[in-house]
């Protein structure tokens, strides 16, 4: 193979991706990173993480991040912005021999003998009329990011998970009165996420209510949300100076296209372990799962992408 294949390249440059580089780095490997356009991933944009091991007082996402990315340079780790637009896992020769995968950035492509897509997922909306137009102007995925220029306005959150209570508990340092709106009257979050919910006395509930629109695009500026209560039919609109969304998350995995294996809502599908049916193809992180989607479990994947591509390239005799 010529020069210019890489031995790893490692799609994400979140706590998956960041994982499998320290791993392959250390392995002397040279694993290349590609940022994605959301660098850092979930754990960039979010406040103090309590569950991480190793950190008894809990560390800043941001801060955890960094240190990781630092981690993986010390070991030799080369980081690339950009974000991949298609990867091709199947390119053959004219004899018929396997060539070498191929990423896609638009600009250029790179050439690799292993690929770890720990791509990650990505925060969903909820497709109403005006909420695109409204993005940055009120409507946020992205508490950590922007609830800061909500100081002394009301704001609302929108879901029952865990996601909405650590948005809707971080807003209230900003907020004076933060509502959260969900549709159903049972929640998915965990047990002391809603009770700490409960508790803060600037949150309240509106339970089995949607969102039919935001208001008011005219504005350019949140000013309002027009809700309907499920139960009763009743529409209504609620003043908020801002929407933030937490809602779940969709999978970066549309750039494999359908050369892997992928379930109905598009994550990945592992056939063994983190192994993909492509040979040299290893996929780690919250791109394949549905289930746990921690910053522990993503690291784990990642660790064990890099194992796996270790192995595959000597295997291959590489
Ligand atoms: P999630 O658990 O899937 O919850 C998504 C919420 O949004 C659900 O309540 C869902 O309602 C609602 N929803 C989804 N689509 C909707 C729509 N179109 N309209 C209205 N509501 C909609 O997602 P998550 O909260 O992002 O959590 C994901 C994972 O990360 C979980 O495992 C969670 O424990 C973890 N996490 C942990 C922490 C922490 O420990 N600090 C923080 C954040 C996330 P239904 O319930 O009716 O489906």
């Known amino acids: ?10 799609v994400g440059s979140g706590c998956s991706g960041l994982t499998a580089a320290i791993y392959a780095a ?19 944009i979010t406040t103090l993480v309590e569950n991480f091991p190793g950190f008894p007082e809990g560390i800043q996402g941001p801060e955890l991040i960094d240190n990781m990315r630092m981690q993986a340079a010390r070991f030799g780790a080369e980081f690339m912005p950009g974000h991949v637009v298609s990867v091709d896992l199947s390119r053959k020769a004219a004899d018929g021999s396997k060539k070498p995968l191929e990423v896609n950035l638009g600009r250029e492509s790179l050439l690799s003998r292993t690929l770890i897509l720990a791509s990650g997922a990505s925060a969903r909306w909820l497709g109403l009329p005006n909420e695109q137009a409204l993005i940055g102007h009120g409507v946020s995925s992205c508490a950590t990011c922007d609830g800061f220029f909500f100081s002394g306005k009301e704001i609302a959150v929108i879901g029952g998970g865990d996601s909405a209570m650590e948005e809707a508990l971080f ?25 700490r919910a409960r508790k803060n006395e600037k949150i309240e509930f509106l339970t089995d209510t949607v ?8 504005k350019k500026e949140v000013t309002g949300l027009r809700l309907r209560n499920l139960k009763t039919g009743e529409q209504w609109d609620l003043p908020s100076s801002a929407m933030f969304l937490g809602i779940g998350h969709t999978p970066n995995a549309q750039f494999v296209g359908d050369q892997l294996a992928r379930d109905g809502d598009g994550y990945l599908i592992a056939s063994e372990h983190v192994c993909s049916r ?4 290893f996929i780690s992180g919250d791109v394949a799962d549905r289930r746990y989607r921690q910053a522990v479990t993503a690291a784990g994947t990642g660790c064990m992408a890099a194992l796996e591509a270790e192995k595959y390239l000597e295997q291959i005799g590489k």
């Open 1 to 10: 193979m010529p020069d210019n294949v890489r031995n790893v390249i490692i």
């Open 26 to 44: 250390r392995a002397n490997l040279s694993p290349v990173v590609i940022d994605g356009h959301e660098p850092g991933g979930q754990l960039a």
């Open 211 to 218: 969102v039919d629109d935001v208001l008011d695009a005219s």
């Open 278 to 281: 492509a040979p040299g193809v």
């Open 171 to 195: 807003l209230t340092r900003f907020a004076t009165k933060v509502t959260i709106i969900h549709r159903r009257n049972e929640f998915r979050a965990s047990k002391i996420m809603l009770d």
